[in-house]
């Protein structure tokens, strides 16, 4: 086991390395099996950590990994503080933490604190009486006198979030699937429980957290009904298909309770040197009014995103509306960026564009102001994939099919080799099929050409390293035509323009800044002359202004 203080000395660098950092998303069961069971494991992600320091990322974020009876595919955790033997064991992960520190590059994991299995040993014991030392460990309630639930909360997987126990006789709450019973934070014990697994990871040299479901810790402790959402209103990160889109969750989930636990999280994460969290915050009305609340400077997360880069919406208008809105509502916190994830649909599809645009896509990303997550799959530029229903394992795209088609598409293997079975990823049957599409864009074969969408990717992401104003500076938007997206970044004394043309055709736009000289580098086409810029079709200009 690495001390956190040999990891401090080992990794070097600023505590607040996190800001303006890159973080690559694995989802393990999906990146690479390397003991022909159809799954991924942690013994294959170690096996890939040098391309990932290829990549020039600077942390990876790893889902759940803990055991689990997978209802939920690792986010209905059974134990916190151990390995699934569908993943590997302790020593297996010890090694990743070992060899990416070498490498340098940090080590996130998930954490789903918010809810557990139901094959938990702390739900087996809440569950078998009113009066043992974990019957409140849970959120039990008494049924109406007709029999029905306690109140109309909803679960986001669809129906009631109310499940009825037999033994107990009463109800228990879950959020997602009626297998993840929600854990009862007015419970002290709990918190300090949950923070004890915390440490237990910390110790273990890890450098942070992403919180699954960040802002649905505490339920109202007098089971209030949600009222009915306003016709204005919208739930972020929630299908229109969905019922629960018709509530809002101000009593089941966003209670200001859970920021008081953040704080107490906080204190735990500052006993430790250069480590961060990064919080996922969804099904809220006022997205940035969370996000702030929620990334307080120093006193709770470091940072949280949102689901506003993630819907289908794609137009530079809607993209400055967005970083515009965050930048002026985030006060003293830091935002997280992502456009793909393990739970929506790959950008490339969800906004019309070709794998070729990705290292655009990416790049525009990683300019704002903020740090940002990258998902497996996107330094490839690999499209949604279509799962044929009798292949779909992902419970929430079974219950809403075929209006919604679930979560299997962004989901299914990585493709390492093209010539291989199942593109590399595992030489059996997988648990999810290789996209045929996702074959001529393996990472061997763009390894191989040099103007590959990989090789692009590779490329912007260590030319960008060159530039503090690009991880740091504040960010300032230039007004320009509608397919340009046009702003500055700057930081002591250092100020770069960045322009993208999201349309179709080649776009000019005049700066008025004569003095605007061009960067190079990064491997984009964008060209300035006097101060006039030349933008083509999907392509990104990158100047420094110097004054006179």
Not at 312 to 336: D, T
Not at 373 to 392: F, R, S
């Amino acid at each position: 086991m690495q001390h956190t203080s040999q990891r401090a000395n080992q990794l070097g660098g600023r505590p607040d390395w996190w800001r303006g950092c890159l973080i690559y998303q694995i989802y393990p069961r999906s990146y690479l099996d390397t003991n022909r069971d159809g799954v991924g494991d942690l013994a294959g992600i170690e096996q890939k950590l040098d391309y990932l320091a290829w990549l020039g990322v600077d942390a990876l974020w790893i889902s759940p990994f803990f055991k689990s009876p997978m209802k939920d595919f690792g986010y209905d955790v059974s134990d916190y503080c151990d390995v699934d033997p569908l993943f590997g064991s302790l020593a297996d992960f010890d090694r990743i933490i070992a060899r990416a520190h070498q490498l340098g590059l940090r080590v996130l994991i998930d954490q789903v604190l918010s809810h557990t299995s139901d094959q938990h040993e702390w739900f087996k014991a809440s569950r078998s009486s009113r009066d043992n030392p974990k019957s409140n460990w849970y959120v039990w309630a008494d049924p109406k006198p007709d029999g029905t639930p306690p109140n109309n909360w909803l679960s986001i997987f669809g129906g009631s979030a109310w499940e009825w126990d037999t033994h107990r006789c009463q109800y228990y709450l879950h959020n997602f699937l009626s297998s993840q019973p929600d854990l009862n934070f007015h419970n002290p014990e709990v918190q300090s429980t949950l923070l004890d697994m915390v440490r237990f990871w910390l110790d273990r040299g890890v450098d942070g957290f992403r919180l699954d479901t960040a802002n649905m810790y505490v339920h109202d402790a007098q089971l209030r009904d949600n009222p009915v959402l306003e016709s204005h209103q919208r739930i972020s990160g929630i299908d229109k298909n969905n019922p629960y889109a018709r509530q809002n969750p101000i009593y089941n989930i966003n209670r200001p309770e859970t920021l008081e636990f953040m704080e107490r999280l906080r204190q735990v994460l500052d006993e430790y040197p250069a480590v961060t969290t990064v919080g996922e915050i969804g099904a809220v009305t006022d997205m940035y009014r969370a996000l702030a609340d929620y990334t307080v400077a120093d006193k709770r997360l470091h940072m949280a995103y949102s689901f506003d880069l993630m819907t289908p919406e794609y137009s530079a208008k809607h993209l400055r509306e967005v970083f515009e809105r965050m930048n002026q509502a985030i006060g003293s916190g830091w935002p997280c960026w992502a456009v793909s994830n393990h739970d929506v649909k790959r950008v490339v599809t969800r906004w019309g564009l070709k794998p070729e645009h990705a290292p655009f896509i990416s790049a525009l990303v990683t300019s704002a102001r903020g740090t940002a997550c990258m998902y497996q799959g996107e330094e490839l530029g690999l499209p949604e994939a279509n799962v044929a229903y009798e292949d779909l394992q992902d419970p929430y795209g079974i219950r809403f099919w075929p209006e919604y088609a679930g979560r299997d598409g962004c989901r299914t293997p990585m493709p390492w080799q093209i010539e291989q079975l199942n593109a590399g990823f595992s030489d059996t049957k997988p648990w999810l099929p290789v996209s045929p599409e996702h074959y001529p864009l393996a990472v061997d074969t763009q390894g191989a050409n040099p103007n590959s969408i990989l090789h692009r990717m590779q490329q912007f992401i260590h030319w960008r390293k060159q530039y503090a104003a690009l991880r740091e500076g504040e960010m300032v938007f230039w007004e320009a035509p509608e397919p340009v997206l046009a702003f500055t970044r700057s930081v002591h004394g250092q100020t770069l323009l960045c322009a993208f043309n999201l349309g179709d055709k080649t776009e000019q736009f005049d700066t008025k800044q004569p003095q605007l000289q061009s960067l190079t580098g990064h491997g984009f086409k964008g060209q300035c002359e006097h101060g006039r810029l030349n933008l083509p079709a999907k392509e990104a200009f990158f100047g420094i202004l110097v004054e006179r």
